[in-house]
């Protein structure tokens, strides 16, 4: 079995926060090492003439991220306490913590100190930690998270979930996913998604919806909430 694994994802996505969820039930039940690194929706994703996410005094995804590569100098384990708290307060309670009281609330509630925020944003290598991270998965041919980065060199997009299983069930989809790996011209399985699919994925994303001060942007479109999803409403 493969025993480690480099984690891309930007605190943002709420696809990468499931695939997170998952992947730490694999690595409390097979001790597999997750080491957290970054990617920039917000900078693939950037229009034309648009300042990138480093230009800015603060920019959502981007500037966590910063804060993120703070603590993952300290410890790797404080990253992923950090990615743990920021996703659960957007993804699960419909939270802002790209709102920087909020970021500080949770630095402080998880015995950071609220002041590494500005630690983070006065020292000009966080932005290049985050860069660095992020080109990675872009001179790899990545566009997006989670993307999986495996000791043997290879990567691999997803997978992309909304209900994270547990138990024997996580281990057998790390396994399923892994076992790619032994097949290098394999480049895409892909589920289609009809329209029942994409209300069950509206719904599961309503604490994102609600949490969220941005358009979402997927490859350059657009994405489109039906109508009945923004609400809650039933298939």
């Known amino acids: 079995m493969t025993e480690a694994v480099d984690f891309h994802f930007d605190p943002m ?3 990468a926060y499931a695939t997170s969820v998952w992947l730490r039930e694999v690595r409390d039940r097979t001790g597999i090492e997750v080491a957290w690194r970054f990617f920039s929706l917000e900078e693939v994703n950037r ?3 648009k300042k990138h996410p480093w230009e800015r005094p603060w920019s959502y995804g981007w500037s966590l991220m910063r804060i993120g590569a703070l603590l993952r100098r300290r410890d790797m384990a404080a990253l992923d306490a950090w990615y743990g708290a920021i996703g659960a307060e957007l993804h699960v309670r419909g939270g802002r913590p790209h709102d920087p009281a909020v970021a500080r609330r949770l630095l402080d509630e998880l ?3 609220a002041s590494a925020l500005d630690e983070a944003l006065a020292d ?3 932005h290049d930690d ?3 991270d992020h080109r990675r998965v872009v001179d790899a041919g990545g566009f997006g998270v989670p993307t999986l980065f495996f000791p043997d060199g290879q990567c691999l997009f997803g997978p992309v979930l909304i209900d994270p299983p547990a138990g024997d ?3 057998r989809l790390w396994e399923t996913v892994t076992g790619m790996l032994e097949f290098p011209d394999l ?4 589920r289609p998604k009809g329209a029942a699919e994409r209300r069950r994925i509206h719904r599961a994303l309503q604490p994102y919806l609600s949490g969220r001060d941005w358009v979402s942007i997927d490859r350059g479109q657009v ?3 039906p109508e009945d999803a923004r609400k809650g409403g039933a298939a």
Do not use: S
């Open 130 to 132: 985050v860069r660095a």
């Open 111 to 113: 015995g950071f100190g």
């Open 47 to 49: 229009a034309e003439g």
């Open 223 to 225: 994405i489109e909430i």
């Open 124 to 126: 000009p290598g966080t």
């Open 169 to 171: 069930r996580a281990v």
């Open 13 to 15: 996505c709420p696809f």
């Open 187 to 190: 480049y895409e399985i892909q």
